[in-house]
């Protein structure tokens, strides 16, 4: 008999061991996204289209998740895996390093298959961003992830093979799509970044999903108004002044996008302006539309909705970008169906997702640029010296309270667990002249008019570190909250177990009592987990799995990260799946530290390495590191072999020796700018063999 009813239930095609999901239920694509789905699939980025991060599973609870066990790990080929997986009946789809897309049976952790878009030959400038892919989205059979030389592709679930590919941004502009693309209702939409490394203009476009055709585009800012005739042009270009479009503008949409089935809506959290200082970009007048903004859109038309804009006139490298969950919250006795964020500012917001109009907003986190949201007008009550004015320096706080790492909200608990960081940035444009402000910037390559110098900030020992923070947003004040170490926080998911699963640069992959923040669980993963965990079932059975790796947010400052080991070259990325009784024992898998490499014939030449560093900040420390100490995501230089030789090391920074793993041929760089670099690199090896002496 009992063989009979597992025959018909596999006959039937759906979860085998009598899970809640009813057949009908996973009839439509919309159904798994759903908030009130029973939680067997995880379909898309932030598992429903209202992204919570939240399970409604509750098999792994507060009273057993202490015998939760490692089910099985697989080794990830890559260096770059901060990523959110996704799971559909059964199986893990996950992208890695530059859109490499894997199928693993969730069940056994056997790679079903992999794709390859082939983006280090693609790529070409656009390999600079160094992201990574951080997710992709599902519907119907198929695949949608987006590339770092800014394709949009469809891939056949069952297959790994490729079923469409259209090109989602501009040619030669360093545009590039390392955000998961989401899908609603047949549409497949998607964005892209690229606003803090060259001039460009943000927007957003969707295409069906089965075909791949162009539905509609949504610019997210105005272009020239003497030649421009879209929507947002005749919106929006009254808020800003001077020749902004020559800049691009900036406002990409490159993280956050979640979506309303009932009021068809698909709300777009919009990036920074470029260039960031306000002044550069718009003669420091107007508000800057839809800058740094959440904009609610029409999902058949793409006609503007509302926006409200959380930074009018955004100078500091601000966005709001970071998720955006949907949720039904009790506010003064009545249900409102709200849209929240907890963006780089430290302001959390509550938002009527009707209306577009703001609830309230407090401070999470310590904040020095606004002393309040006044909620009559949605404004921010700034600090006057927030906008460095007089060549002065402002200590802004927060530089980034919540980077991309999610957040979740549990409707269960009521709070949102939020990955927060604490670190602040001086900020000025003092001498940054404008015709030189191009080439000034500290830290990266971008277009930025500012000078953002993070040790500017002095006395203060939270400067650079992280806790997690349980938020009540009916009552806008704190649960609870840990510590985290180091200076970033792995994003969050909670589930109806009343547990939040956290993962940390230590290492150690936790959950906590959702309502109390208890530590319950701790498992050593033996490599950071910056990532964020999703849970599912299989054959009725609730897993949890998370990948480990650093990524490149959480890997620019190695100074702070001398506590932790982050490199990909001495310990795995892999993808760790975990269960109720789950036994395996996780081999170590780590190999020795880096060390100084020895170069006998390095001879120092201060002027040399002082024009070295400028370049290097400019072009390698993204990756590489602030002063040359490496974080994880790529080789340290101090230890490296390849600048011991000239010939080698041009070879691989001229002339791409090593594209295709992602280090990018930077050969609008003289060879003479990068021997300079050469220098300074061999001068921090030599400045580390001399302090471990
Ligand atoms: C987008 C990220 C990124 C940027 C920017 C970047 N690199 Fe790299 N680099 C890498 C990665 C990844 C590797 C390792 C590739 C591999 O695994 O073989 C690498 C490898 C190298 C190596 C070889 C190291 C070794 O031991 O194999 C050198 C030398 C190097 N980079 C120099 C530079 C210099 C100089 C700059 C700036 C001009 C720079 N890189 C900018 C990502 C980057």
Request: net charge neutral; with cysteine.
């Amino acid at each position: 008999m009992k063989r009979i009813l597992g025959l018909s239930a596999i006959l039937l095609g759906f979860a085998v061991a009598g899970h809640s999901q009813s057949p009908k239920e996973l009839a439509t694509p919309t159904a798994r996204y759903l908030d009130g789905s029973a939680g067997a699939d995880w379909p898309g980025y932030g598992r429903s289209f209202g992204e919570q991060h939240y399970s409604p599973l509750a098999q792994i609870n507060d009273s057993n998740v202490g015998t939760l066990g490692l089910l099985w790990s697989a080794d990830l080929p890559t260096r770059n895996s901060v990523t959110q997986p996704i799971a559909v009946d059964g199986v893990i789809f996950l992208t890695t390093g530059l859109s490499f897309v894997h199928a693993i049976d969730a069940k056994t952790g056997r790679q079903l298959w992999t794709y390859d878009p082939q983006v280090a030959r693609a790529a070409g400038l656009k390999l600079r961003g160094g992201w990574g892919a951080r997710g992709l989205a599902w519907w119907k059979g198929k695949l949608y992830v987006g590339t770092q030389d800014g394709r949009l592709i469809a891939i056949d679930a069952n297959s790994g093979k490729q079923v469409w590919s259209v090109q989602t941004t501009e040619e030669g502009k360093v545009e590039f799509v390392t955000g998961a693309p989401r899908v609603f209702d047949g549409k497949v939409i998607v964005g892209f970044g690229g606003a803090d490394l060259d001039l460009v203009r943000g927007y957003v476009t969707t295409y069906d999903a089965e075909t791949g055709k162009q539905l509609w585009r949504f610019y997210t800012v105005p272009g020239d108004p003497a030649v421009d005739n879209d929507e947002t042009t005749k919106l929006a270009a009254g808020s800003w002044a001077g020749e902004w479009w020559k800049f691009g503008g900036g406002g990409t949409v490159w993280n956050a996008m979640t979506y309303d089935p009932e009021t068809d809506t698909i709300f777009l959290g919009t990036g920074n302006g470029v260039p960031w200082n306000h002044k550069a970009r718009s003669k420091g007048e107007g508000d800057n539309l839809f800058l740094c903004s959440i904009v609610a859109l029409d999902g058949k038309t793409g006609r503007y909705k509302w926006h409200y804009q959380i930074n009018p006139g955004e100078s500091w490298d601000y966005n709001a970008a970071m998720d955006m969950p949907l949720a039904t919250i009790e506010i003064d006795g009545k249900p409102r169906k709200v849209i929240m964020q907890a963006p780089k500012n430290g302001f959390y917001y509550v938002i009527d997702r009707i209306t577009g109009k703001l609830i309230s907003a407090e401070p999470w986190t310590k904040v020095t640029w606004a002393s309040k949201i006044d909620l009559a007008t949605g404004r921010p009550v700034e600090n006057p010296a927030a906008r460095y004015p007089d060549g002065s320096t402002f200590i802004l706080y927060p530089r980034t309270a919540h980077s991309i790492q999610p957040m979740a909200y549990s409707p269960a608990s009521g709070l949102a667990y939020i990955p927060t960081l604490i670190a602040a940035d001086g900020w000025s444009d003092s001498g940054v002249a404008n015709d030189e402000w191009r080439k000034t910037s500290p830290l990266s390559t971008g277009q930025f008019a500012a000078v953002r110098n993070p040790f500017a900030v002095k006395d203060d020992p939270d400067n650079g570190t992280s806790k997690l923070v349980a938020w009540d947003p009916r009552t806008q004040k704190q649960a609870w909250e840990q510590k985290t170490p180091g200076p970033f926080a792995g994003g969050t998911m909670a589930t109806a177990g009343n547990l939040v699963f956290q993962g940390r640069l230590d290492g150690r992959f936790n959950a906590y009592d959702a309502k109390s923040g208890k530590l319950l669980w701790s498992f050593d993963a033996k490599a950071p987990v910056v990532a964020s965990p999703l849970s599912y079932t299989v054959g009725g059975r609730q897993y949890v799995t998370v990948t480990t790796g650093i990524g490149l947010s959480a890997a620019i400052r190695g100074d702070l990260l001398k506590d932790v080991d982050t490199d990909y070259r001495t310990q795995k990325r892999r993808v760790l799946t975990f269960a109720i009784g789950g036994k395996m024992a996780l081999p170590d898998g780590r190999a020795a530290k880096p060390a100084p490499v020895d170069d006998p014939d390095y001879r120092a030449d201060d002027a040399q390495a002082a024009r070295g560093v400028a370049v290097y900040n400019r072009r390698c420390a993204q990756c590489h590191g602030i002063a040359g100490q490496a974080g994880g995501i790529a080789p340290d230089l101090r230890a490296s072999p390849i600048p011991l030789s000239a010939e080698a090391y041009l070879q691989v920074t001229h002339g791409g020796a090593l594209l295709a793993a992602g280090m990018p041929k930077f050969d609008d760089l003289s060879e003479a700018d990068l021997l300079d670099v050469r220098h300074y690199i061999r001068s921090r090896a030599a400045a580390w063999r001399a302090a471990g002496k």
